[in-house]
């Protein structure tokens, strides 16, 4: 079964761009979340999904965050306009809530450069 | 509000020795716990995890870890380390909501 699929992996981008960051959670998996880790603040939730609808956004920094998730097999985050205090790792997780709890599983990770 | 605690930032650990990463969470219920591992420009893996049962469990790679609710801590340990084992180590706490990390211990291994 394959994981959590990000896109881009990488992306440099000149303050002002928007981004869109995109994410393909595992299929059968009814949560998703957004995490971002910085060096100064770890890592943090900034916001989750549950069966595709927005649940929790309190973590997203600011207006100029924002994040869908239109249908099961895809959510984007999108950042607009970008600023350099935006660098950072975007990670996408999803996981499955049964009667054993969850396990929430990470992508690699979409590793954001704005200058 | 949930807290997750890891109180050593660097651990320098000879390779072949023993290994133990404290961990100490808060948590209004019954906590859901993790491991997770991190190697250098990639995500996070999971080595394991508690929900309930056993208070000691097992995970991947080697390693276990023991859930003590009267400490709050949730330390992870191997007992002989190799060197593929350098990377950064993360604890969390949480359920359906999400997870609430702590900050990482970095594993440095001496040969």
């Known amino acids: 079964d394959a994981g959590v699929i990000q896109s881009p992996r990488h992306e440099v981008t000149e303050m002002g761009q928007e981004v869109t960051l995109r994410c393909k959670p595992i299929?059968?998996?009814?949560?998703l979340f957004w995490y971002r880790q910085t060096m100064m603040r770890g890592l943090e939730l900034l916001i989750y999904f549950n069966n595709n609808v927005p649940i929790d956004d309190s973590g997203m920094p600011e207006d100029r965050f924002s994040a869908k998730m239109p249908n099961a097999s895809f959510s984007t985050l999108k950042i607009q306009p970008s600023e350099p205090r935006d660098s950072a790792v975007y990670f996408c997780?999803?996981?499955?809530?049964?009667?054993?709890?969850?396990?929430?599983?990470f992508g690699e990770g979409s590793w954001l450069t704005v200058v | 509000a949930q807290s997750v605690t890891q109180p050593d930032i660097h651990i320098t650990v000879s390779e072949g020795a023993s290994l133990e990463l404290r961990c100490n969470y808060s948590?209004?219920?019954?906590?859901?716990l993790f491991w997770y591992v991190q190697s250098p420009g990639q995500g996070l893996q999971l080595l394991l995890k508690y929900f309930s049962g056993d208070t000691l469990v097992q995970g991947i790679k080697g390693f276990e870890a023991e859930f003590k609710r009267s400490q709050s801590s949730f330390n992870l340990r191997k007992p002989s380390v190799h060197w593929s084992d350098a990377a950064e180590y993360f604890c969390?706490?949480?359920?359906?909501?999400?997870?609430?990390f702590g900050k990482g211990t970095h594993l440095i291994i001496q040969p």
């Open positions: 948590y209004g219920a019954t906590p859901y």
């Open positions: 969390a706490v949480g359920g359906a909501d999400g997870l609430t």
């Open positions: 299929s059968g998996h009814d949560y």
């Open positions: 997780a999803s996981s499955f809530w049964g009667s054993s709890g969850n396990t929430i599983y």
